[in-house]
C-alpha cells in the first residue's frame, strides 16, 4: 500500500518530489481534496512535511517543503491543485550583502632586485585586507567561514519569514577545500545568486535540501554516486552499469603555455676609425629620432614628421649646417652634448638665417634622443607579438609586478654645489663631471651584473621604440646625468672603463685637463661624450613567430606521475594524447636572458612552423618557472599535473545510464548524481525512484588541485599575516 501525504493531508493521483542540487528550488503540483486545500493555504506559508511510504520499501518524510498557491484544477469538482516547493524558494527575497577580505594599499615599500643598485628601487604598494571586510576584523575569511556566513543568513531568512527556527545548514564539505584563496569577493545581490556566486569560487561544490531539511553542501568530485544506486532496476527503465573510459582517456597530456621570453639588444658607437657592423639579423638596435621637419628626403623618398629614422641619416638629411657649412656629425654632437660649453645655441642663432629650416628644432630633437632612444632591429620586430619594458621574474608576488627592464651603459653625473662641496672636504679633485663606468667592460651581462642608474619605457610598441631615461643619485648630490662618460675628445676610452682626463677640474693639478667647461686646456681638445660607446638593454617579448603552436611550451604529464590522484581506471589510459593550452592570464613559461644562451633563447623566436610545441624538459635549463619559486612565477609543472587530474578524473571509469528503482528512502545526491526523483504513478500507486548519471562530466576548475603555494602566486594573495 503506497500512502502519501501533506501534514497528514492525503495526496491525490500521480506524486513527484525531487531532491536535485543548486540553488533553484524544486517546485511540484499535488492533488488533494478541496477541504485539504483550505486547511493548507490559510495564513502564511509555514514549513511542512511531504510523507511517502511505500509497503516493502519504507518511509520517507521530506521536510521544509511549503505549499505556496493553489492553482486552478481539471474542473470544479476535481481535486484542487498545490503548488509545493523546498525551503530554496525563499532565498530570492532575501537580500546579502558582504565583502570578503578586500584589499587596500596602506603604503608603500621599496623593492631593490638582488645586485642592483638603490637608483634602480621599485615602490610599490604595501597590501593588507581591509579590517572591516574581515572575519570579526581580525580573520581572513576562509571557504568554511565564508559558507557558514551563507548559512547564517539562509537561516535569518527563512527564520524571519516563518517566525520559528529552520532546519539547519550542513558545511563540512568546506574542509576539503580549504586551500582555495578568498580574495576581493563582494557578495551583493539575492541570496540565491550570492551562494551560486560563492559556490563558483569553490570547485566542485554543490548543495540540495536533504529529506530532512537540512542545507547540504557535498563534494560532486568525491564519487559518492556509486553508493547511492546499487539497487536493482525495474525491467523495461533502463539501467546504470560501470563503464570504462579507457579508450577515451588520455595515454598522456601535453599542458601547452604560451612563452615570455628576455631579449638582450646592444648598440654601439665604435668612435673614430672603429667599426659598428653588425649582423643583419643579430640582436641589435639603432640610435634613432623622429624627423622634427615637415619632411626630409632619404633615398629619394620623402619622410614626413614623425617618422623614426636613425640619428646619422637625419644628420646626411638635413644637409649642411649654417654653422660650419657641411653636415652634422656624431663628435659635432659628442661635444655639443657637453653642458656649459653653449655649443648648441651657436647652431640655433645661425639658423636663424635659413628660411627653410627650423634648425632650433632639429638641434632639439638631437639633444633629446642622442644616445638614448633605439629601435630594435626590424627582423625581430617582425617576429614579436607583443613588447614590454620589464623583466619576467616577479618582485611583488601580491600584485604580480615584474622586476624593471635593465639598462647597462657608461653615463655622467654633473657635479653640483652639493658635491663640490663634499668632494673638497673629502680631498677629492673636485671635477665638475663624475663618469660612472657601467657597461660591463668584458661584454658580458651575467646574473650578478649590475645594470646603470636609469629606466628603460617603450614609446612605440608597434615599431619597437624604447628610451633610457638617466637617473639621478638617489641622494641627489649631483644636478643630473649625461647618457655617456665624458672624456676629452681624442682620447677614446674604452667603454666599461673610466676615462684617463674626464673633463675639467678646478685642480691645478691636472695638466692636460682645463679648468673649466668653455677653457681649452693643454691638451688642446674640448670635453666631449665618449667617443666609444655602448649600450644594451634587456625587454620581455612573446613570439608571434612561428604563427602556430611550435611557438608554446609544453609541460607533458603521464598519468602515472606521483601528483595525480588516484582514480578508477588510472592504470589503463589507452586513448590518445590530448593538448590543453593554459590562458597566459594564468602564467606563462618565463625564459630569462642568459648570455651563454643566446642563440637557443634567440631560438623561440626564429623556430619553423609546423615544428610542434617545445618539450618543457628539453630546453629546462632556459626556463625560470619550470617548477618556480614566487618570484620565477608558478610552476609550471604544478599547473599542469593540476589540469592533467581536472582532465583525467573526468574521464575516470564510473556509473552511467539512467534508471528507476523501487523506492529507495535513503537516495540523496551525490558525487555526480545530482538530481533523485521519488514518484508514485496515478494509475497504480507504484513508487519508483529515479536516478540519472551523465556519460560526460565536465572538469573541475585546476584550483581543485593546484597546491597551495602555486595558488597564492596566480592569485595574487596578500599573505594574511599582515
Known amino acids: 500500500m503506497t500512502i502519501a501525504n501533506i501534514n497528514g493531508h492525503e495526496l491525490l493521483n500521480a506524486v513527484d518530489w525531487q531532491l536535485t542540487s543548486g540553488t533553484s528550488p524544486f517546485v511540484s503540483v499535488v492533488e488533494v481534496t478541496p477541504d485539504a486545500a483550505g486547511a493548507l493555504t490559510g495564513g502564511r506559508a509555514t514549513p511542512l512535511s511531504l510523507t511517502i511510504a511505500a509497503e516493502g520499501h519504507g518511509k520517507r518524510e521530506f521536510k521544509s517543503v511549503y505549499v505556496l498557491q493553489q492553482v486552478p484544477g481539471a474542473g470544479p469538482s476535481a481535486p484542487a491543485r498545490l503548488v509545493v516547493a ?16 578586500m584589499t587596500r594599499e596602506v603604503g608603500t615599500k621599496r623593492l631593490v632586485a638582488p645586485n642592483q643598485l638603490e637608483e634602480n628601487v621599485q615602490l610599490e604598494p604595501d597590501v593588507v585586507y581591509q579590517p572591516w571586510s574581515l572575519l570579526g576584523g581580525v580573520r581572513a575569511w576562509t571557504p568554511k567561514t565564508m559558507l ?4 547564517a543568513a539562509i537561516e535569518e531568512c527563512e527564520s524571519g519569514f516563518t517566525g520559528k527556527s529552520v532546519a539547519g545548514v550542513d558545511v563540512a564539505v568546506a574542509d576539503r577545500i580549504e586551500g582555495v584563496p578568498i580574495q576581493d569577493i563582494e557578495l551583493d545581490g539575492p541570496l540565491d545568486e550570492c551562494i551560486e556566486r560563492a559556490m563558483g569560487y569553490l570547485p566542485g561544490v554543490s548543495l540540495y535540501v536533504d529529506p530532512s531539511g537540512v542545507v547540504r553542501f557535498y563534494d560532486t568530485a568525491d564519487q559518492g554516486e556509486r553508493a547511492v544506486v546499487k539497487a536493482d532496476p525495474i525491467f523495461g527503465t533502463g539501467y546504470i552499469a560501470e563503464t570504462s573510459f579507457a579508450r577515451l582517456r588520455p595515454s598522456a597530456i601535453r ?3 604560451d612563452v615570455k621570453v628576455e631579449l638582450c639588444f646592444r648598440w654601439q658607437d665604435a668612435g673614430p676609425g672603429g667599426t659598428s657592423a653588425v649582423a643583419e639579423d643579430g640582436l641589435y638596435a639603432d640610435n634613432v629620432a623622429p624627423v622634427p621637419d615637415p619632411t626630409v628626403t632619404v633615398n629619394g623618398q620623402p619622410q614626413p614628421t614623425g617618422t623614426w629614422l636613425r640619428l646619422e641619416t637625419l644628420y646626411t638629411a638635413w644637409g649642411s649646417n649654417p654653422l660650419t657649412g657641411a653636415a652634422l656629425t656624431t663628435q659635432d654632437v659628442r661635444i655639443c652634448m657637453v653642458p656649459y660649453l653653449d655649443m648648441w645655441s651657436r647652431f640655433v642663432e645661425a639658423g636663424l638665417a635659413v628660411p627653410d629650416a627650423d634648425w632650433a628644432s632639429r638641434i632639439a630633437c638631437v639633444q633629446t634622443h642622442f644616445r638614448q632612444t633605439f629601435q630594435i632591429n626590424r627582423r625581430w620586430m617582425d617576429r614579436i607579438r607583443e613588447l614590454r619594458a620589464e623583466r619576467v621574474g616577479t618582485i611583488n608576488p601580491e600584485r604580480g609586478t615584474r622586476g624593471k627592464a635593465p639598462v647597462y651603459s657608461d653615463y655622467a653625473y654633473l657635479s653640483s654645489q652639493r658635491s663640490q662641496t663634499l668632494e673638497v672636504a673629502g680631498s677629492q679633485d673636485g671635477a665638475y663631471i663624475v663618469n660612472v663606468a657601467a657597461y660591463p667592460s668584458d661584454d658580458v651581462i651575467g646574473t650578478n651584473t649590475r645594470a646603470a642608474a636609469a629606466t628603460l619605457s617603450v614609446i612605440d610598441a608597434q615599431q619597437g621604440v624604447l628610451s633610457i631615461d638617466f637617473l639621478a643619485d638617489r641622494f641627489r648630490v649631483y644636478e643630473s646625468a649625461l647618457p655617456s662618460q665624458v672624456e676629452m675628445d681624442g682620447d677614446n676610452t674604452t667603454p666599461g672603463s673610466s676615462p684617463t682626463n674626464p673633463g675639467p677640474t678646478p685642480y691645478l693639478g691636472f695638466s692636460t685637463r682645463p679648468i673649466g667647461w668653455d677653457m681649452i686646456g693643454r691638451s688642446g ?24 603552436k611550435a611557438g608554446l611550451v609544453a609541460v607533458e604529464i603521464k598519468p602515472t606521475d606521483t601528483a595525480i590522484p588516484n582514480f578508477p581506471g588510472k592504470n589503463a589510459c589507452r586513448g590518445p594524447v590530448m593538448e590543453i593550452r593554459i590562458s597566459p592570464s594564468v602564467e606563462t613559461a618565463r625564459v630569462p636572458w642568459q648570455d651563454q644562451f643566446a642563440e637557443q633563447i634567440a631560438g623561440f623566436f626564429t623556430r619553423k612552423a609546423g615544428d610542434g610545441p617545445m618539450a618543457a624538459q628539453d630546453i629546462s635549463n632556459l626556463i625560470m618557472n619550470l617548477d618556480g619559486e614566487p618570484t620565477a612565477g608558478a610552476s ?17 571509469d564510473r556509473p552511467v545510464g539512467t534508471m528507476q528503482t523501487g523506492f529507495n528512502a535513503a537516495a540523496e545526491p551525490a558525487g555526480n548524481l545530482s538530481t533523485v526523483a521519488h514518484s508514485i504513478a496515478a494509475d497504480s500507486g507504484v513508487v519508483t525512484t529515479g536516478y540519472s548519471l551523465p556519460d560526460r562530466i565536465q572538469p573541475l576548475d585546476v584550483n581543485r588541485y593546484l597546491s597551495e603555494g602555486v595558488k597564492r602566486i596566480i592569485h595574487r594573495t596578500v599573505n594574511p599575516g599582515q
Open 86 to 101: 523546498d525551503r530554496r524558494w525563499l532565498w530570492p527575497s532575501y537580500h546579502f550583502k558582504r565583502s570578503f577580505n
Open 636 to 652: 609550471l609543472k604544478g599547473i599542469a599535473q593540476a589540469a592533467a587530474a581536472a582532465l583525467w578524473l573526468s574521464f575516470r
Open 148 to 151: 557558514q556566513s551563507l548559512a
Open 525 to 548: 681638445s674640448l670635453p666631449a661624450l665618449c667617443a666609444r660607446d655602448k649600450k644594451a638593454f634587456i625587454v620581455t617579448a612573446v613570439p608571434g613567430s612561428p604563427n602556430d
Open 255 to 257: 599542458v601547452l603555455f
